[in-house]
């Protein structure tokens, strides 16, 4: 019931908000919904960790330690998002950026798109993965180009083709993926049920896999913002409006990176090589070392804060690339607090550009001074992102650090030299955003901050502590991985 709940809502929700959601009570609606898809995800996580995977409706749908996981964070993220965007597009609306039909849109693609969301990260089927996939791909173009200027037409006419390429080359490696499970499971459905590929892994056709993992890889790679299938993501997060920024990092690339992994781990029973994790390694090391160089020429705060999530991602990458059970389980940690931190400073950077009226980092200065929360809160965002202890994402750090230095002992340096860049374009750009000669007017609406201390909070206690449900919790998923 809960699981059902879970996908009806958000299309409930949209249903609804397609109708009515440039009325004064729409923001707080499609929080509501999120809300109860909170409930919901909560309900089934608990059902997982008690009872271990749930397959339900015919096979079609499967819930393990690793999905699940993410089925609630992506639950979280959206619902303390739906929270930060009531004033947020108020203000917005209040500029004349947005009118009635742009808001009854936001409003109703934003619930679609947690469908999207959901459905990928439950469905047992990868055929469905791709169509959901496919599916949040068209939402979110929608909204990257919902204030119809000359820039956001173009960021979502980038977005649009790009990964339109990249998940027509995803469809091509699940058809290969069919024929190579062809043989041991026959033809049908049941080909594409990930428990039943999951089961005979060893007697799958290593060859046709090995080209199938090739174009996932290629193919989800480019959402997941991957060198150099990367060139969509900063211009949408630069051009659509902030809860969207918040939602593309905090979701969208982890969801992608799931059905990378899932792959991988197919690829890594019928090989017994380490074809997989190799390609994932080198992509991931690729894209730190040009994220963080491109950190280094960034003056909007928004296409920053995006290098930062194509950074982060294939540091996440690489470690999944690695294996094993401590990599996997840093991994798995930092998806967590990374969704957690980037979500966070999007909405105090969404603030902090609509105080100064301008995303240009020059014209943001002074915020202790004018708006202390949101002055507070992307300063210890950026430390938190940044992989200052104690915060999680150090610990998350960390240990990838320690693990490459043992497994992988010649891309360690690599990755300390890149994150020390970024660390040092980041934080420059930062402390003068806080701490210099204040600019901007009071905002209208009144900034809400809650969400952006919530998440750094439980960000800073994955980092002192890990709760021991959890830490069993990431230890079950890793060990799924191989």
Not at 256 to 284: E, Q, S
Request: charged fraction near 10%.
């Amino acid at each position: 019931m809960s699981l059902l709940l879970l996908l009806v809502l958000p299309l409930a929700g949209a249903a609804l908000l397609a109708l009515r959601g440039e009325r004064p009570e729409a923001a707080a609606v499609n929080a509501i919904f999120a809300g109860a898809g909170l409930a919901c995800a909560a309900g089934l996580a608990l059902k997982v960790v008690a009872g271990g995977p749930l397959v339900a409706f015919g096979e079609q749908f499967h819930l393990d330690a690793f999905n699940v996981f993410l089925v609630v964070l992506t639950a979280f993220v959206g619902f303390t998002t739906a929270l930060f965007s009531r004033p947020y597009m108020r203000t917005e609306a209040d500029r004349e950026r947005i009118g009635a039909r742009g808001l009854r849109l936001y409003h109703a693609m934003y619930q679609l798109f947690l469908f999207t969301m959901q459905l990928a990260l439950t469905t047992n089927n990868l055929g469905i993965l791709w169509v959901a996939m496919e599916g949040a791909t068209l939402a979110t173009v929608l909204l990257v180009s919902l204030y119809r200027t000359p820039a956001s037409l173009e960021a979502a006419w980038k977005y649009f083709l790009l990964c339109g390429v990249g998940i027509a080359q995803a469809l091509f490696g699940t058809i290969l993926l069919y024929l190579a499970a062809e043989k041991a499971l026959g033809a049908g459905g049941t080909a594409l049920l990930w428990t039943h590929l999951a089961a005979v892994k060893s007697g799958l056709e290593p060859g046709v896999l090995a080209i199938a993992f090739v174009f996932l890889l290629t193919g989800y790679g480019t959402k997941v913002g991957l060198v150099p299938l990367h060139n969509w993501l900063p211009d949408a997060h630069a051009e659509g409006p902030t809860p969207i920024s918040a939602v593309l990092s905090g979701l969208l690339l982890n969801v992608a990176l799931y059905a990378v992994v899932r792959g991988k781990v197919l690829v890594d029973g019928a090989l017994g090589t380490p074809l997989a994790g190799r390609l994932m390694m080198g992509f991931g090391l690729l894209t730190v070392v040009v994220a963080a160089l491109f950190l280094v020429r960034q003056r909007d705060v928004k296409r920053l804060f995006a290098w930062s999530s194509i950074e982060h991602m294939g540091l996440i990458t690489f470690a999944f690339g690695m294996g094993g059970a401590v990599a996997s389980f840093a991994a798995l940690l930092h998806m967590t607090v990374h969704s957690l931190t980037k979500s966070a400073i999007f909405f105090a950077a969404g603030h902090a550009a609509q105080k100064a009226g301008t995303q240009a980092m020059d014209g943001i200065r002074g915020l202790v001074s004018r708006s202390p929360a949101v002055g507070w809160g992307l300063l210890l965002g950026t430390l938190a992102i940044l992989g200052v202890p104690p915060f999680g994402v150090f610990t998350a750090e960390f240990m990838i650090l320690t693990t490459a230095m043992g497994r992988q002992p010649w891309a360690a340096p690599v990755l300390l030299l890149a994150l020390g860049v970024a660390f040092a374009a980041v934080f420059g750009r930062v402390q003068a955003m806080v701490f210099g000669e204040p600019t901007g007017e009071p905002l209208k609406h009144r900034p809400l901050t809650a969400p952006v201390f919530v998440h750094l909070a439980i960000v800073l206690l994955l980092g002192l502590w890990i709760p021991p449900w959890i830490a069993a919790w990431y230890r079950q998923a890793a060990s799924m991985l191989g």
